[in-house]
């Protein structure tokens, strides 16, 4: 394998990751001043359908030609024109040595208030009236007196008040919290019901960050989130699914997971705008269907399953739950090689197993 060339920014421990089929949009030319304000390294994944190029620096194009060389397991395996290849993206910032990651789409734009997350983060706890009380919060009406709620919240609990269950903690804690989910004012991420019903411009207030101790659930999204390399086997997108779900159902393993780490899930207020990429609602509710059906029952399923504590642990609780899955026809048998092949390639190519070895696609394509 070739080394790693050193024209990278300065920060190159820290990975923008991207998928995208259009050229760059607006959002992403303002995603690009970020990322050259705070010398972020930044990949974009394409797909059959394109980008031809990506000319919007400093981010780096990984064209679907690329992507079938790259040296992973998981690269001849995953489908084509599906939102998993984005897996290829983490797996390359995990072999350039990134030990923080951002990922969003190419439909949100920074705004001001957007920088780089330190991983410690001051935030409340929501708390359980009951002890070992559990079960769903919706976390949007934490920001906002306005009725809203998250894509992947069952409807039956969007009309649930979350002050009947939990409240915040009169005070903030300092903690590390190696994922967390920011907001998206605009066209803030929510479910085809919400969209096809009330749809409007909406912002959220700036209010403290929330944390989310282990039994309380709330679906987060692949839109404007922060990884940190020791929890990077929990970013693995299913393929065999609907696609409305693929980053849901991944955020309920990873949340699973989390718990058995000691960590909690972190939200955070809106720092970013989303201009959302013309979408038919109805087909987003119908893929979304299976979800407002079934994702009951898999926080039932994933919270019943037995798992191992500790990070040495995390790659086998990670196969555990999405065979879960599979076992319960969630997602397809076909799911499992993958996973096995994400999880082979986290082991090789995550900073801890030592040097990176991938060449920027630039050099391996002879650019």
Known sequence: MNPIPDHHPADSDTMIVVTSIQPPTGCMRRLAEAARRHGLAWVVVGDRKGPASFDLAPAELVSIATQRELPFRLAGSLPERHYARKNLGYLLAMARGCTRLYETDDDNAPLACWEPRPREVEARRLLPHEPGGSGWANVYSLFTDRPIWPRGLPLDRVRDRLADRYAPGPETVRVEAPIQQGLANGAPDVDAVWRLVMDHDFTFEDRASVLLPAGVWCPFNSQNTWWWSDVFP????????????????????????????????????????????????????????????????????????????????????????????????LVKGAEMPLVEAWLEDCGEFAPASGEPVLAASGERDGA
């Open 234 to 329: 929990l970013l693995y997108l299913p393929s065999h699914c609907s696609f409305r779900m693929t980053d849901i159902w991944r955020g309920f393993v990873a949340q699973r997971c989390l718990w058995e780490l000691g960590h909690e899930l972190e939200f955070h207020a809106a720092d970013v705008h989303q201009l959302r990429n013309e979408h038919s609602l109805l087909r987003d509710f119908e893929d979304e269907c299976v979800g407002y059906l079934r994702n009951e029952e898999i926080r039932v399923l994933l919270e019943k399953l037995t798992l191992r504590a500790g990070p040495r642990e995390l790659a086998g609780n990670v196969h555990r739950c999405w065979e879960a899955m599979a076992s319960a026809g």
